[in-house]
């Protein structure tokens, strides 16, 4: 099992960037015109992002305002090249305003595990600047 750690030092108060990531189904800090479709509500609920013919299923887990920890799954439509992707988004106070480490664990799904952590790690670096910019934008 790959394993991937993506910190970043954010230079915006914890709870701007909790309340970015806390609300499951707004992907309003993605691109402009990404949409998701949203199922249930709280942990079992499922955001359904569109990306031209291709979606992404993403299964909230569990999330706790109190540790501002969020964690959830992709069962269908990984946009990397792994299975049984499961991922923890943590927003921590830092004194220059907060931290934000998004970790996963995968299977890798024909390519290396150094090949698929690549592919995680350059992601996670794009998303965290769209995070942090929506953040700034509050």
Known sequence: MGEVRVRR???VPAA???S????????????AGTRAEVEGDGPGMARVIGAGERTI?????????????LVYTIPEGVPF???DYRATMIVA?????????????????GVSEAEAAAAIEG??????????DRAAQL
């Open 57 to 69: 299923r993403e299964v909230l887990e569990s999330r706790d305002s109190d540790t501002r920890t």
């Open 81 to 83: 090249p792994v299975t």
């Open 93 to 109: 106070d830092a004194d220059d305003g907060c931290e934000l480490e998004w970790r996963c664990s995968f299977e890798p799904a």
């Open 16 to 18: 701007k960037v909790w």
């Open 9 to 11: 030092g954010l230079g």
């Open 123 to 132: 992601m996670y670096g794009v998303m965290i600047g769209w995070v942090a």
């Open 20 to 31: 970015v990531i806390a609300d499951f189904g707004d992907v309003s800090w993605m691109p």
